[in-house]
């Protein structure tokens, strides 16, 4: 089984930066695809940033590409999500997720992840 924990969530105000760090435990072997999603208030969740089972590939969401980088390290089974450039936009509870798929690409539906943390919240003012 796997346990996914986020942590780095806070109020912070636009243009600020944050991390948010995801620790994985359990069975963290063979690796599998990881992704962060987010959910605004009213909003359904959304794909944010994901990396491939290989970790060669990693992908973001067009709205954040320029401003967040996924990071994951292995030595500490963890993995990263450094948000930088914060907008208002960004609000939301973001959430660490593994899928098993063996394909060696990034997932981005939600319902190619099977393994989900319980959320961290981010708060941006303006």
């Known amino acids: 089984q796997v346990q996914l924990t986020e942590s780095g969530g806070g109020l912070v105000q636009a243009g600020e930066f944050l991390r948010l760090s995801c620790v994985i435990s359990?069975?963290?072997?063979?690796?599998?695809?990881m992704g962060w999603f987010r959910q605004a208030p009213g909003k359904e969740r959304e794909f944010v940033a994901g990396?491939?089972?290989?970790?060669?590939?990693?992908k973001y969401a067009a709205s954040v590409e320029d401003r967040f980088a996924l990071i994951k390290d292995n030595a500490k089974n963890t993995m990263y999500l450094s948000m930088n450039r914060l907008k208002p936009e960004d609000t939301g509870v973001y959430y660490c997720?593994?899928?098993?798929?063996?394909?060696?690409?990034?997932?981005?539906?939600?319902?190619?992840?099977?393994?989900w943390g319980q959320g961290t919240q981010v708060t941006v003012s303006s």
């Open positions: 997720a593994g899928g098993l798929l063996t394909t060696n690409t990034v997932l981005i539906r939600e319902d190619d992840y099977v393994f």
């Open positions: 990396v491939s089972r290989t970790e060669l590939v990693t």
């Open positions: 359990g069975r963290t072997y063979p690796p599998f695809a």
